[in-house]
T-cell receptor, first 115, second 112 residues
Framework: GQQLNQSPQSMFIQEGEDVSMNCTSSSIFNTWLWYKQDPGEGPVLLIALYKAGELTSNGRLTAQFGITRKDSFLNISASIPSDVGIYFCAGLRMNYGGSQGNLIFGKGTKLSVKP | DSGVTQTPKHLITATGQRVTLRCSPRSGDLSVYWYQQSLDQGLQFLIQYYNGEERAKGNILERFSAQQFPDLHSELNLSSLELGDSALYFC???????????FGAGSRLTVL
């Protein structure tokens, strides 16, 4: 089945640091999405990417749709304490008939604050 | 508040039992998606309904079933529960495809 490999699995951040995470796949995706999940809540969409090579920002967050369409990257600049949580990448492909497939999620990157 | 309502928030039950999870989609959304989130598997797509009809099936076990009612709310039925069914179950809704899902807060199922 389709799999998304998300890394790192977890990371510790210090306030003010920049953070990077990525998602790779052996399959091509037409859309890449990045979600954030806070404890006790469902995932919330952060950024959606629709074109290979696209670079999109949402405040301090920047995400890129890889040129090969098999990967995506998320960067968080100047992290703040409320950035802690689990970040998920998700990919969407078109089915053979041209209809939209379903979202495939990575296993998440857990961001914690350095003690 | 995302506008997607899931009940119950927490549920503890025993192996072999049956439970029903409920989801009310965001106003105006015709599609409902169910996902299972366990510690080691991440978010796994189970099933999608659109305006009352099953639209797509993912990794949903035969012991699980779902339906979407005329008022667009959906129920996920889990039967003959096993320990491994313990997980967070999320419902998401959309009015324009899987790239714009709005998730509920989830139902946490614990099977003892």
């Amino acid at each position: 089945g389709q799999q998304l490999n998300q890394s790192p699995q977890s990371m510790f951040i210090q306030e003010g640091e920049d953070v990077s995470m990525n998602c790779t796949s052996s399959s091509i995706f037409n859309t890449w999405l990045w979600y954030k999940q806070d404890p006790g809540e469902g995932p919330v969409l952060l950024i959606a990417l629709y074109k290979a090579g696209e670079l999109t920002s949402n405040g301090r967050l920047t995400a890129q749709f890889g040129i090969t369409r098999k990967d995506s990257f998320l960067n968080i600049s100047a992290s703040i304490p409320s950035d802690v949580g689990i970040y998920f990448c998700a990919g969407l492909r078109m089915n053979y008939g041209g209809s939209q497939g379903n979202l495939i999620f990575g296993k998440g990157t857990k961001l914690s604050v350095k003690p | 508040d995302s506008g997607v309502t899931q009940t119950p928030k927490h549920l503890i039950t025993a192996t072999g039992q049956r439970v029903t999870l409920r989801c009310s989609p965001r106003s105006g959304d015709l599609s409902v998606y169910w996902y299972q989130q366990s510690l080691d598997q991440g978010l796994q797509f189970l099933i999608q309904y659109y305006n009352g009809e099953e639209r797509a099936k993912g990794n949903i076990l035969e012991r699980f079933s779902a339906q979407q009612f005329p008022d667009l709310h959906s129920e996920l039925n889990l039967s003959s529960l096993e320990l491994g069914d313990s997980a967070l179950y999320f419902c998401a809704s959309s009015n324009s495809g899987a790239n714009v899902l709005t998730f509920g807060a989830g139902s946490r199922l614990t099977v003892l």
